[in-house]
């Protein structure tokens, strides 16, 4: 089949336009009626009126006396009022039936006993006091729920205490999810080069439930025409909605969009978003069939945008939370699309601060590690580091606002210390920005991080940190905690097939070399060893390669796309890599002195030197731990 052309791409706005008025009003026309019990996360049809007033009856609102407010009037401190029980007054607790002839309720506490059923009071009440008068909360024929509302667990006790036993709701829609393509596998099959497990649908099967739809997902369906139009077709009769998960884009087994068009109508197909510019909104047999691409924060942005809003009416004109943020580093963007980068937040001082993660549209993780989504519109170049810009909120305020702010080195350790930390259920957590150690002091120096690991080798000492610490923190004041060395050196694979063993066997072009991005510490101690060495780093085969953690380097050699990288024991350790000894390096961490006292900050120093954490480093392996000691430091110079 020859490849497709896309349309032009239109707008978001202009897609939401059309997914709107195509969609969302007929897919909201069948309704049923329901049991109050059972309506959790339904969406009304119409306004839902209370049937009886809630209280039914005037209640007490107190423990005290029921009586005419009448009967109290004048008393005060020199004029006791005596009442009899039974004619003036009858005891009540806090929610009885307040009889017809009385309006007040007296609180115990202002009822001075007498004997023989007379009581004194020197407060007096006036009417309906202390009282919940009937339909106080809850009046018959108010309404309770407006159309269109999504019913909370707190919804539903007004429902009951307004009498509402039965309402009418909108029909859960039931989407079909067909994940496609030759290489696709259900997960716990075995995987061979080439086969890719299938994350995508399941995904979207619990979105689907977590926005209170059914989810019919189907098994994957190879690239072939006539099977895809089957299962397209089975889809369709079975379910409100479709989703055809991949072969969305113009490649020559790209057949979603032609099958569409044959079945039904093609409204768009290519939308001026990144990522997510593949998606296709078509209509078969008068329902919405949805052509998502196969790259995960692809998938992910584009079933959230144009899935969601067909499941729930509100999400279509939903303004998500949004806080505002300032940028710790730059973002490059291309005019022609809107662009979507996932952001790592966290508030340090009075500023929140974003740095955003991996772009890439296969990243996974980058949407688990995510707090908040930036868009950049279209025509826009991106933004300068320092811009305030606003995020859409992932993950709730409160939790980001309690997370420490570490920007800095990589090492696995940080993971481990922020499990550890979310562990004690105390409320902090790490988040952690991996941009070097050079990035780490820049952010010191710009108040944009409450702790930098570190460890950049200084070429004219031969010691860690100081020299870039009086190099580019002049006139701050700060905390430098000590106490961690690990060791950095080659990963190869077992058998050491490429027989590396010094730096010089770098040099050998069959060798293909995984190195780090330019300002991390593992850089810096490469390039200070070819220095010292006298070797020309342009020789080296795969040098301008740049990873942005020891995971990605070791995942690198384990997989066979590099011979050879430069990494910390740790992580070679865990991922069974074969190691060999370069240096003992200084990781250290940079504490700004206006941070010292940060309960979030005492809270990482507490951990981190916990027995418990040691220990597990120790386990880990890769690590010296000499005691840690903590020194402050005022930089010279301005």
Not at 153 to 158: N, Q
Request: contains cysteine; aromatic residues 8%.
């Amino acid at each position: 089949m020859k490849r497709n052309v896309y349309l032009d791409t239109v707008d978001l706005e202009e897609a939401e336009k059309i997914l709107r008025s195509q969609f969302i009003k007929p897919l909201y026309e069948e309704s049923e009626v329901i049991s109050v019990f059972n309506c959790l996360g339904r969406i009304t049809k119409e306004p839902i009126f209370a049937t009886i007033s809630n209280p039914h009856y005037n209640a007490s609102a107190m423990d005290g006396i029921a009586l005419k407010a009448e009967s109290t009037y004048g008393a005060h401190e020199r004029n006791e009022v005596i009442l009899c029980e039974g004619a003036d007054f009858m005891y009540v607790d806090t929610g009885d039936y307040i009889d017809q002839r009385f309006n007040a309720v007296l609180m115990i506490e202002d009822v001075i006993p007498k004997g023989e059923g007379q009581i004194g009071t020197i407060k007096s009440v006036y009417p309906w006091e202390n009282v919940r008068v009937v339909g106080e909360d809850i009046a018959c024929g108010d309404m309770i729920l407006t159309s269109n509302y999504r019913i909370t667990p707190v919804d539903i006790g007004a429902l009951i205490s307004g009498g509402v036993l039965e309402l009418e709701v909108y029909k859960l829609k039931t989407v079909g999810i067909i994940p496609t393509g030759t290489e696709i596998v259900n997960p716990g099959e075995s995987l061979k080069p080439g086969v890719i497990i299938d994350s995508n649908s399941r995904v979207f099967e619990s979105m689907v439930k977590e926005t209170n739809g059914i989810p019919n997902r189907y098994d994957p369906v190879p690239d072939e025409i006539d099977k895809l139009r089957k299962a397209i077709l089975k889809s369709v009769e079975e379910n409100d909605i479709t989703v055809i998960n991949a072969g969305s884009s113009a490649g020559s087994e790209d057949y979603t969009v032609s099958l569409i068009r044959e079945l039904g109508d093609v409204y768009i197909h290519g939308i001026a978003i990144k990522p997510g510019k593949p998606t296709i909104i078509g209509k078969i047999a008068g329902k919405p069939v949805i052509g998502i691409p196969g790259y995960p924060v692809s998938a992910y942005i584009a079933f959230k945008t144009f899935v969601l809003p067909l499941l729930n009416p509100n999400l279509a004109k939903k303004e998500d939370v949004k806080i505002e943020v300032t940028l710790s580093k730059r973002i490059v963007s291309a005019l022609k699309h809107e662009e979507i980068v996932r952001m790592k937040v966290g508030k340090v001082g009075e500023k929140r601060i974003a740095t955003p993660l991996n772009r890439g549209a296969g990243a996974t993780m980058s949407l688990v590690n995510a707090d908040g989504l930036l868009r950049i519109p279209k025509a826009s170049e991106g933004y300068e580091a320092g811009a305030i810009v606003e995020v859409e909120l992932l993950k709730p305020v409160d939790l980001i606002d309690r997370s420490l702010v570490s920007i800095g080195s990589h090492d696995i350790l940080m993971d481990y210390l922020n499990d550890f930390m979310s562990k004690a259920r105390d409320g902090y957590t790490v988040s952690s920005a991996h941009v070097g150690s050079l990035g780490g002091i820049m952010a010191v120096r710009k108040g944009e991080t409450h702790i930098a690991p570190t460890h950049l080798l200084d070429e004219e000492t031969g010691l860690y940190n100081m020299g870039f610490i009086n190099k580019y923190l002049k006139g701050e004041k700060i905390h430098l905690l000590k106490g961690i060395k690990r060791w950095q050196g080659f990963y190869v694979n077992k058998g050491n097939p490429k027989n590396i063993k010094e730096i010089k066997d770098l040099f050998d072009k069959d060798v293909l070399f995984a190195n780090r991005q330019r300002g991390s510490g593992t850089r810096v101690l490469l390039d200070y060893i070819l220095k010292k060495e006298k070797y020309e780093s342009r020789l080296i085969n795969g040098y301008d390669t740049e990873l942005t953690t020891h995971t990605s380097v070791a995942l690198s050699v384990l997989s066979g796309n590099s011979d050879v990288g430069l990494g910390i024991q740790s992580v070679a350790n865990l991922m069974g890599l074969e190691f060999i000894p370069v240096a003992l390096e200084d990781y250290d961490f940079i504490i700004p002195h206006e941070y010292i006292n940060d309960p979030r900050v005492q809270y990482f120093l507490e951990k981190i030197q916990n027995t418990e954490f040691i220990n597990h480093l120790k386990s880990i392996g890769g690590y010296e731990l000499e005691g840690f000691h903590m020194s402050t430091i005022e930089v010279g110079g301005t």
